[in-house]
T-cell receptor, first 109, second 111 residues
Framework: SQQGEEDPQALSIQEGENATMNCSYK?????LQWYRQNSGRGLVHLIL?????REKHSGRLRVTLDTSKKSSSLLITASRAADTASYFC?????????FGAGTTVTVRA | IAGITQAPTSQILAAGRRMTLRCTQD?????MYWYRQDLGLGLRLIHY???????GKGEVPDGYSVSRANTDDFPLTLASAVPSQTSVYFC??????????FGPGTRLLVL
């Protein structure tokens, strides 16, 4: 069964707005990762946050992790049309990833 | 970034036929993975290999087999395809830290 669940399933925002999506998981993890997928292509790694970290930044991305609630959030600031994609969280236990079903983000010009 | 190649890009297959999806990496990383992606379900791990000569089962291994004769190649075989194996298949390899680098995928339709 899948470890992670993203919320919402879909998100539509205006260019320049922020996009926030959440991920909940079930069991203990070593780290949590976020990936992006454009139009059915292969997934691309965005950011990794370890179980002993609470927040991490990379460019316009901000990830938080709350291990007590078993949840994570991904914030994309100042969204652009190129951010239109599906975003997946993946939990890592011993070098095997378990993915959620993803959040589809549409950024309107 | 050096990559992963997958072949074929897409395939239509009659049920009951045998099919091998090919995956080749050029970075000589040990760990490689096969996933399937179905609409609304994200990616599910089929099989993995931590090093040449070893393989392991993932979440949905039934109906699939893999081999790892060398570091670079990790083929996935469907011995007798069924319509429920219609999916997009992604091969991945270990990238850096604990992340993975994905190939472009193979779209398979089993009729």
């Amino acid at each position: 069964s899948q470890q992670g669940e993203e919320d919402p399933q879909a998100l539509s925002i205006q260019e320049g707005e922020n996009a926030t999506m959440n991920c909940s998981y079930k069991t203990s993890i070593n780290n949590l990762q976020w990936y992006r997928q454009n139009s059915g292509r292969g997934l691309v790694h965005l950011i990794l946050i370890r179980s002993n970290e609470r927040e991490k930044h990379s460019g316009r991305l901000r990830v938080t992790l709350d291990t007590s609630k078993k949840s994570s959030s991904l914030l994309i600031t100042a969204s652009r049309a190129a951010d239109t994609a599906s975003y997946f969280c993946a939990t890592d236990a011993y070098y095997k990833l378990s993915f959620g079903a993803g959040t589809t983000v549409t950024v309107r010009a | 970034i050096a990559g992963i190649t997958q072949a074929p890009t897409s395939q239509i297959l009659a049920a009951g036929r045998r099919m091998t999806l090919r995956c080749t990496q050029d970075m000589r990383h040990n760990a490689m993975y096969w996933y399937r992606q179905d609409l609304g379900l994200g990616l599910r791990l089929i099989h993995y290999s931590n090093t040449a000569g070893t393989t392991g089962k993932g979440e949905v291994p039934d109906g699939y087999s893999v081999s790892r004769a060398n570091t670079d190649d990790f083929p996935l075989t469907l011995a007798s395809a069924v319509p429920s194996q219609t999916s997009v298949y992604f091969c991945a390899r270990f990238w850096r830290q604990e992340t993975q680098y994905f190939g472009p995928g193979t779209r398979l339709l089993v009729l």
